[in-house]
């Protein structure tokens, strides 16, 4: 097995994208991995069909329902890990959520949504598992952030505050964890290739009258690499993060930008 053999880890907004390929990744060191979404409405089972979800994969992924904005669903969520498998050792706070629009006419509603579930929802998961991981001296908790929580972009005000404030958060965990082993880390990507930049770029399109693809083609060539980044790339940095390979860096940002700024 790998290095996070039989480890329990905890994944929110594990059943794709971004989660999902965290979720296998950790999976594929040896730990135990219960995925959490909202998606899920009941039973074990991601409701999303994922094509790149392989039959290994999905036989040894355990997916329950999760709402990281609801103290009480997180609280559920924890004990029913913990009732199953022992207390998470791994957290990855990788649920997310956006809303575009200026912040003159900004919807009160979706805003605090947006905070809900990137800000608050890392708080409750961190509040619900950091005892649990200073009980046995050991802990892993990474943040999935973005480039956006150190730049700005028109029209994305909720998002690059709540982002930003994941750091803030970050930072603050890592020096509570440090005396404990507990180690909190953000990792900030670009745009990668997920759902949410489908739905972006689909929005874009409608709004200029463009097709699609075409706005796709403009965010990867922006880019300084000229591509568009991989879920499985932030995947292996959590799972090196995870291990105890470099058990002394904790309370850092780490952006896999392929040199982008946003």
């Known amino acids: 097995m790998g290095d996070l053999d039989k480890k329990v880890a905890v994944v929110s907004g594990g059943t794709r994208g971004i989660g999902l390929a965290i979720a296998t990744a950790l999976l594929s060191e040896g730990a135990q991995v219960f995925a959490g ?85 890392t708080y409750l998961m961190t509040k619900a598992c950091m005892p649990l991981m200073k009980q046995r001296g050991w802990g892993r908790i990474i943040n999935i952030a973005s480039t956006a929580a150190h730049t700005a972009h028109p029209g994305y005000a909720a998002y690059c505050a709540s982002k930003a404030g994941v750091l803030g958060l970050t930072r603050t965990v890592a020096l509570e964890g440090a005396p404990y082993g507990v180690n909190c880390v953000s990792v900030s990507p670009t745009w990668v290739a997920t759902d949410m930049l489908q ?41 090196l993060l995870c291990s105890d390979s470099i058990s002394g860096l904790t309370m850092e940002d780490i952006q896999i930008n392929a040199g982008a700024h946003w």
Do not use: M, Y
């Open 37 to 121: 979404s909202r998606s899920v409405v009941s039973g074990e089972q991601p409701a999303h069909a994922n094509s790149s979800l392989s039959e290994a994969v999905a036989q040894r992924l355990t997916c329950l329902p999760l709402d990281v904005s609801c103290a009480a669903s997180v609280e559920r969520f924890i004990l029913t890990v913990s009732e199953r498998a022992g207390p998470p050792a791994i957290l990855v706070n990788s649920a997310g959520i956006s809303h575009h629009q200026d912040v003159i006419g900004h919807d009160d509603a979706a805003w605090q949504q947006v905070l809900d579930v990137n800000l608050t929802g």
């Open 199 to 239: 739905a972006t770029a689909a929005e874009t399109a409608a709004n200029e009258g463009i097709d699609k693809s075409t706005v796709l083609d403009k965010i990867a060539q922006a880019n300084p690499q000229g591509r568009i980044v991989e879920p499985d790339e932030i995947a292996a940095l959590v799972a």
